[in-house]
């Protein structure tokens, strides 16, 4: 893994990744490149190798090949990550499970910022209420909420709307659109394909461990001739 610290257009600039376990490679070569203020949703089939790329780019996972290079010589102060189920702290409110996450990374935060983080997450009004408490939408966004806490200039969000009703997934949308908004690059993972088409600006297909399509989701609609994402999805993972 090597790191720039030459600050470029690129916050994270990924090449030709590799991964292998024993005889068996799972990433084969992939790239992804991350700039300011852009949401990219990453797709594909379970096991198609998403995830351990971004473990990759996450510096969770040494690649054995390739290199992640960043716009900062200390990116993980710099990202933050919502997983698909976070461990929030019992007994402790969602205005204090904000407050021990900040501090993870040696972030004191102000009340003003606080109540700030919690307004923009739709949670002002459930701050004293326990984290295991709040309904799954609300704890998606206390997921983000604490992702976000640190100000991290990208933000990797695992299906974070997954198994949510539609009011609360307009919440989320409306709150990834937000941080993107807000300067923040975004990456995202989904199996619903209308969000990705909504939501991303850029779309990275990663099929087998490799990157099947990329582009803005009116690029690869035009070029493979698909008249929504879901429809290419179904096209690019048909297999014999």
């Known amino acids: 893994m090597t790191t720039n610290p030459v600050a470029t257009r690129a916050l994270i600039d990924a090449r030709h990744l590799k991964k292998r376990y024993a005889s068996r490679t799972v990433v084969h070569d992939v790239d992804l490149t991350v700039v ?11 096991g198609a190798g998403k ?7 996450l510096g969770l996972r040494q690649p054995d090949g390739g290199s992640v290079q960043y716009w ?47 307004e923009r997450c739709g949670l002002l009004e459930h701050a004293g209420t326990a984290a295991s408490r709040l309904s799954g939408g609300q704890q998606k966004r206390l997921a983000i909420a604490v992702a976000v806490a640190h100000q991290p200039h990208v933000v990797f969000l695992d299906e974070p709307t997954a198994a949510l009703d539609p009011r609360a997934r307009h919440a989320i949308r409306e709150l990834i659109g937000a941080i993107a908004s807000g300067g923040a690059a975004v990456v995202f993972t989904s199996h619903d394909m209308e969000e990705v088409e ?43």
Do not use: C, K, W
């Open 36 to 46: 300011p203020g852009e949401i990219v949703g990453v797709i594909g089939p379970n």
């Open 51 to 57: 995830s351990t790329t971004l473990e990759m780019v």
């Open 72 to 118: 900062t010589p200390d990116p993980r102060r710099e990202l933050g990550v919502q997983l698909q189920h976070t461990p929030f702290f019992p007994g402790l409110s969602a205005a204090e499970n904000l407050r021990v996450f900040a501090a993870f990374y040696n972030v004191t935060l102000s009340r003003e910022t606080e109540r700030a983080i919690l």
């Open 198 to 240: 909504r939501l991303a600006d850029r779309v990275v297909m990663i099929v087998d461990g490799r990157v099947l399509a990329a582009g803005t989701p009116a690029e690869l609609l035009a070029h493979f001739e698909a008249p929504d994402l879901d429809a290419l999805y179904l096209q690019l993972t048909e297999r014999p």
